[in-house]
């Protein structure tokens, strides 16, 4: 099961400020010039405890920080009953895609939605806030599970295109109740279009589903080529399938066309 604490305090507020450099230039520069080593270090871990707290000190007695500090707190109630009302139905979501049953126990320290972040800082913590979670919660509920996500898989393209299917697509278009869902990051469309013929078989869908998404993802292979992986696809699980793909996804001999618009 996924469970996420929510969490805002001044100190990691800053903290990510600072990690993110979320802030005014001018302001940046003269934090840099004043603190460049606490700088460098919060922009490599947000948590250091290897900086000079001064630095966090001068940053929450800018005017723009607290205002920072009073959308943080708005957007962390906002989020956080949002998660309460949806853990259930979303947890069941989890449990149905990647065929097993996870434990993940995540922070999430909320920031303000106009620092458009998302992040995850590793040990089970990422940064959340966004814009576009004001106008639609479910912005915010796909994200978090994707940023909670990358704590489960290691780190590559791979299972990042595979979160992307996980949360920003299928999670998304659930919660939306949608035939679309988010766009994925730029540097993941190569691997999508990769492993999009398996994702596919892994979710079982029919040929004639497959053929319908064709035309929303704009990616076209020739379904019939890959059916003999249907049945032993459509029934591993997450971890077996990111296995499969690490094994045979630059081995499988594409004779067929790719095209994205
Ligand atoms: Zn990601």
Redesign the pocket.
């Known amino acids: 099961m996924l469970d996420i604490k929510f969490q805002i305090d001044k100190d990691s507020l800053a903290r990510i400020v600072i990690s993110t450099s979320r802030m005014p230039t001018e302001y940046a520069d003269c934090l840099w010039d004043k603190y460049r080593s606490s700088y460098q270090q919060l922009q490599r871990d947000a948590f250091s405890n290897k900086i000079d707290n001064e630095i966090l000190k001068e940053l929450q007695s800018q005017a723009f920080f607290e205002k920072y500090y009073i959308e943080a707190k708005d957007n962390l109630k906002r989020v956080e009953s949002a998660w309460k009302e949806n853990k259930d139905k979303i947890n069941k979501f989890l449990k149905d895609i990647l065929r097993k049953e996870i434990s993940l126990k995540m922070t999430a320290y909320i920031c303000s939605p106009n620092m458009k972040m998302?992040k995850?800082i590793k040990n089970n913590c990422f940064i959340w806030g966004h814009m576009d979670g004001l106008d639609n919660e479910n912005y915010d509920l796909v994200y978090m599970v994707?940023?909670s996500l990358?704590s489960y898989f290691e780190w590559n393209n791979l299972t990042?295109a595979i979160?992307?299917n996980i949360t920003d697509v299928e999670l998304a278009k659930y919660l939306n109740n949608s035939k679309s869902g988010y766009v994925y990051?730029d540097f993941t469309q190569d691997m999508h279009v990769r492993i999009y013929p398996f994702w596919n078989l892994y979710l079982n869908k029919p040929v004639e589903d497959i053929k319908e998404d064709m035309k929303i993802t704009h990616i076209k292979y020739d379904v019939k080529k890959f059916e003999r992986y249907r049945s032993a696809l459509s029934t591993m699980n997450i971890d077996a399938f990111v296995e499969f793909l690490k094994n045979n996804v630059d081995n499988v001999k594409y004779d067929v066309m790719y095209k994205i618009k």
Do not use: A, K, L, T
Request: aromatic share 0%; charged share 20%; no cysteine.
């Open positions: 998302g995850n994707h940023e990358h990042h979160i992307e990051h």
